[in-house]
């Protein structure tokens, strides 16, 4: 059944968006129209950010302390995992992501985020001191103000949270505009924060695709911005921000290396190639699309990637055994497949998949893909194919394997594969990269996450993703704090 959304979630209550043009979604596993949502104007942007704005002055958000947002981020987290079947059959059904990485990852993994800024916002005080001379000091952290969040369609409420939950435990109140793939649960998100007892208009929702998200950057209200996206919208959002002088956190692309030493366990590398190379299809910024062989070893390690991405279940994303669901779109398809050609063209050898699969006569589906005889230089090697496509080059020594990893404009993810532990730490301390795993990957809330190059700026996550959303002042010769 379709479902048609007229209006926009502003101030704790539906408000009818003032434009006629509309954002139509599609089911990417069966090209089925799932429904439309309302393309917000620039007018009905500044009157999300307006209550945005009055919520942050009004005495019901300000009166709470760290302790009562906590609270209330706990009760969201609680609400979420309540309800992830349902939250993970929708994402699913939006953007065609297997619905067991989507309730582990966007319903689960989100409410591990808020719980964990709502533990650590209770430890961090509003104010301390900071004795010198010659002066002493409080230090005081105040929310930075109204965040503009423009979110993913990939990771739509991991990603989502990842912003929200730092921006609303430093007591900041958000406009969010989702991906306009992943509409409906935006709208989900917005009833859950109502429901866990937040005011209204601390969270608002705004959809729609990129004059919607530049209307929202652009607002002189909006203190803040926090994006995850392609380099290519992070370098136009940085352009505007830095013109405001407004902070921007901005998550973008990647094109990480998987570095397989010489004493690599390929049998083990093999069993989480497809979860490492090619996430949700390989619409995953992190994955490690390159994968860095030993000359000595390169036909081996191909083997094992074939082996590892052919193991891996491609279906109906809404089966739980389903590991590789379709591309998010006719557009990313067609993306994909033009890749694939270009690496034929440039002379890399297809050794596996290649096409689109047999057996799926509609949706966005793409076999998994693995290509040989692959040299840095190549299209398919350097620029981000968001797709299940993974290459294998080989190296001659370690130097040359640093090397290779660090020759990209990007530097986000990236492993490196080794039966000594300490040779793959010195390893990994060499790769240009803002997070790395060592024999996998694999994410901590306690520890940041973000990229260097155009892999983006800032970071979130961890005590640093808590940061960027406050604001703060020092106070000179102030009474010492509890005095």
Partial sequence: MSTVIEHLLVDGRPVPATGAE????????TEEVLGSVPAASASDVDTAVRSASAALASAQWRKLGPADRAALLRRLAEIIE???????????????????MARWGNAFGAAAAYRYYADLVEGIAEEEDRPGQPAHAVVRREPVGVVGIIAPW???QILVAWKLAPALAA???AVLKPAPETSLDAHWLAEAVLEAGFPPGVLNVVTGGRDTGMALVEHPLVAKVAFTGSTAAGREIAAACGAALKPVTLELGGKSAAILLDDADLDAFSGQAARLCAPNSGQVCYSCTRVLAPEDRYDSVVDAVVAGMRAARLGDPADRGTDFGPLVSARQLDRVAGYVETGRREGAEVVLGGSRPSGFPRGFFYAPTVFRGVHNRMTIAREEIFGPVVVVIPYRDEDEAVEIANDSEYGLGGSVFTADPGRGMNVARRVETGTIGINGYDLSMAAPF?????????RELGPEGLTPYYAVKSIYNAPRVGS
């Fill in 171 to 173: 007591g900041c109140t």
């Fill in 82 to 100: 309540s309800r992830a079947g349902e939250l993970a059959a929708l994402i699913s059904r939006q953007n065609g992501m297997p619905v067991k």
């Fill in 450 to 458: 973000g990229g260097y190059k155009a892999s983006g700026l800032g």
């Fill in 154 to 156: 990939n990771g739509p």
């Fill in 22 to 29: 509309r954002v139509t979604l599609v089911n990417p596993a």
